[in-house]
């Protein structure tokens, strides 16, 4: 089955450095996990130019940057300086302890990005930094960019999961990566689409909650993300962002959202 949901109405806007916070577990009705499986989160993340993120620190977060509108400007106590944009990616494996900062300068575009936070195997794992140019590919193409440690993708989470973009041109019909036994999860990042006969436009995400084939017709010129997920993998549970305490399970954040989305139409927000 293909559960649908909207677009998230849980933002924390903190002047100029606004989060759009995106639990996949949220799409199920009686889900006790805010997560599904290996993935935590996904977070669209916005940075106004000269909006410096301080140092801060994740432990047993794996943290994955894709950054399809702008430049994110990152620096760490490992490696330094790196910038992470449309042609390059970032695979941050926190384990034991990461420390980072992100930054836009005032003569930067405005930055928007999905931030991934993917639960690791186990806990404590040694920490890690990927960063690398990825490979343009044609229109209407899945790109795979991330997979499990023993996989053949460029950059790697420690869990079983695989993560795949595509831009899709209007009309197009593609179909969505498959694997036996993993299960689907897609974030649409801009333009339109069809999938199982329900819509989705910006910031819309679906899980297919089996390993049945699916496909999309874009309504729209499209960008889509899409993971491929063993809901059965080992986890950690102890992420600093992906499994914060806070964060309420599916069946008390659903009715949350309900009243969120209705008080957002009446205030005319997005």
Same mark, same amino acid.
């Given at each position: 089955?293909?559960?649908?949901?909207?677009?998230?109405?849980?933002?924390?806007?903190?002047?100029?450095?606004?989060?759009?916070?995106?639990?996949?577990?949220?799409?199920?009705?009686?889900?006790?996990?805010?997560?599904?499986?290996?993935?935590?989160?996904?977070? !669209?993340?916005?940075?106004?130019?000269?909006?410096?993120?301080?140092?801060? !620190?994740?432990?047993?977060?794996?943290?994955?940057?894709?950054?399809?509108?702008?430049?994110?400007?990152?620096?760490?106590?490992?490696?330094?300086?790196?910038?992470?944009?449309?042609?390059?990616?970032?695979?941050?494996?926190?384990?034991?302890?990461?420390?980072?900062?992100?930054?836009?300068?005032?003569?930067?575009?405005?930055?928007?990005?999905?931030? @991934?936070?993917?639960?690791?195997?186990?806990?404590?794992?040694?920490?890690?930094?990927?960063?690398?140019?990825?490979?343009?590919?044609?229109?209407?193409?899945?790109?795979?960019?991330?997979?499990?440690?023993?996989?053949?993708?460029?950059?790697?989470?420690?869990?079983?999961?695989?993560?795949?973009?595509?831009?899709? !041109?209007?009309?197009?019909?593609?179909?969505?990566?498959?694997?036996?036994?993993?299960?689907?999860?897609?974030?649409?990042?801009?333009?339109?689409?069809?999938?199982?006969?329900?819509?989705?436009?910006?910031?819309?995400?679906?899980?297919?909650?089996?390993?049945?084939?699916?496909?999309?017709?874009?309504?729209?010129?499209?960008?889509?993300?899409?993971?491929?997920?063993?809901?059965?993998?080992?986890?950690?549970?102890?992420?600093? @962002?992906?499994?914060?305490?806070? @964060?309420?399970?599916?069946?008390?954040?659903?009715?949350?959202?309900?009243?969120?989305?209705?008080?957002?139409?009446?205030?005319?927000?997005?």
């Amino acid at each position: 089955m293909l559960y649908r949901g909207a677009k998230s109405p849980v933002v924390r806007d903190m002047g100029g450095f606004k989060v759009r916070l995106n639990m996949p577990g949220w799409l199920l009705p009686r889900h006790r996990d805010h997560g599904y499986g290996p993935l935590a989160m996904v977070a !669209e993340t916005i940075l106004d130019p000269g909006r410096l993120v301080a140092m801060h !620190e994740h432990r047993n977060d794996e943290i994955l940057s894709w950054v399809p509108d702008g430049v994110m400007r990152h620096d760490d106590r490992a490696s330094g300086k790196l910038i992470t944009d449309r042609a390059h990616l970032m695979v941050m494996n926190a384990g034991q302890s990461f420390w980072h900062s992100e930054e836009t300068l005032p003569s930067d575009p405005p930055l928007r990005m999905l931030q @991934i936070l993917v639960r690791p195997r186990s806990l404590d794992l040694p920490a890690n930094i990927q960063h690398g140019p990825i490979t343009p590919v044609p229109a209407n193409q899945w790109r795979h960019l991330v997979g499990p440690e023993d996989g053949d993708a460029p950059f790697f989470l420690r869990n079983a999961i695989d993560v795949y973009d595509l831009r899709v !041109e209007a009309g197009a019909a593609v179909a969505f990566p498959k694997a036996r036994g993993r299960h689907l999860y897609f974030y649409l990042f801009s333009g339109a689409a069809k999938v199982g006969g329900a819509g989705f436009a910006d910031g819309d995400q679906g899980l297919l909650a089996s390993d049945d084939q699916l496909e999309l017709v874009a309504v729209r010129n499209a960008l889509l993300i899409a993971f491929l997920i063993d809901p059965n993998a080992p986890v950690v549970r102890q992420g600093t @962002i992906g499994d914060h305490p806070k @964060i309420p399970p599916a069946y008390l954040a659903r009715p949350l959202l309900h009243v969120l989305r209705w008080r957002n139409r009446l205030l005319g927000k997005a």
